[in-house]
């Protein structure tokens, strides 16, 4: 059991974010019965010096901040969240879109001063770039292109919701994902990346965020767009975006380009793997040197990585 809640700790240490018991408990997937068992590990850890304990919060890193860190950070998401919920309505109104869940920090409860407010967007295929197209003209006219509470980074259509990628980072990111609009596609979208039980075995969001409904305005467009003009558009979409996106990073060689972007028919994802693999060798190090330090064997590795493009 050690091992176990220490590979938990360990990840969440890259972030400087100390966890509860009952958070240890979740995310392991290890049943309330068991509580005072974990209890007992936690206490044998700490007094061995392996692990610090603060406040009701566990963690290894060195940083005695970390617990205020976190509680100010809580704080401050919850005050965003509300932003966060109008926002995801809003999106929500837009043709074509599918599903709206909060990603990022926010959705780990938890936001710095200077966090964006991230959302992962699912559309109808065949419309992702229309639909991309009419929310960032939205940003730029009505939020002054501000992403502060407005971050679309990541789409995918309902068709394309498997995520190849299978480790504890992009896990951890899915399985953490907050839906605000249409329940039913989250608990698809899980369903489909069910590989992610391997990490989480039992933790989930819940629906408590949910905004629903869907205005009579964007029945029509989508009906006005539903045919060979909504395809001419969206192909012009998405040529015109991707020459945008590949001219503001100009300065990138057509490697970085393609590493730091996923641009797809059927998918957009901003740097979906340099953080991946910054966040991924700097876990597999901690494991070594926690492993170095206790004696303990954490079991299979969970980093997997991905291969580069």
């Not at 304990?53 to 509680?71: A, L, M, S, T, W």
């Not at 109008?86 to 869940?101: D, K, L, M, N, T």
Request: contains cysteine; hydrophobic residues 40%; positive net charge.
């Amino acid at each position: 059991m050690e091992a176990q809640l220490a590979k938990i700790l360990l990840y969440f240490d890259v972030f400087s974010y100390p966890l509860t018991r009952e958070e240890l408990m979740q995310f392991s997937g290890l049943p309330e019965e068991r509580a005072s068992q974990v209890e007992e590990s936690l206490e044998r850890m700490a007094a061995k010096g392996w692990i610090k304990q603060e406040g009701g919060f566990y963690y290894i890193g060195p940083g005695d901040h970390f617990v205020k860190r976190r509680i100010d950070g809580n704080l401050l998401a919850q005050k965003r969240m509300k932003a966060a919920q109008r926002y995801s309505r809003i999106i929500s109104w837009f043709p074509f879109v599918r599903g709206v869940f909060l990603s990022g920090s926010i959705s780990k409860g938890f936001m710095a001063d200077h966090d964006d407010i991230d959302y992962f967007i699912i559309t109808e295929p065949g419309r992702l770039w229309l639909s991309r197209t009419l929310l960032t003209l939205f940003k730029k006219i009505f939020l002054l292109n501000s992403y502060r509470n407005f971050c679309i980074n990541y789409f995918v259509d309902t068709q394309n919701i498997f995520i190849p990628e299978q480790n504890i980072f992009t896990a951890t990111e899915i399985v953490f994902t907050v839906p605000t609009f249409n329940l039913s596609m989250h608990e698809e979208f899980l369903k489909t990346n069910s590989w992610t039980l391997r990490y989480y075995p039992t933790f989930r969001q819940n629906g408590n965020h949910l905004k629903e409904n869907t205005p009579l305005l964007k029945v029509f467009l989508e009906k006005l767009l539903q045919n060979s003009l909504g395809d001419r558009l969206e192909n012009y979409f998405l040529k015109k975006s991707v020459n945008y996106i590949r001219k503001k990073f100009a300065k990138m060689s057509d490697e970085e380009f393609t590493k730091a972007f996923s641009i797809k028919p059927h998918e957009l994802r901003y740097l979906p793997n340099r953080q991946q693999f910054r966040i991924l060798d700097e876990y597999e190090k901690r494991i070594k040197d926690f492993e170095k330090l206790t004696g303990l064997n954490l079991g299979p590795d969970l980093v997997q990585q991905i291969d580069e493009k």
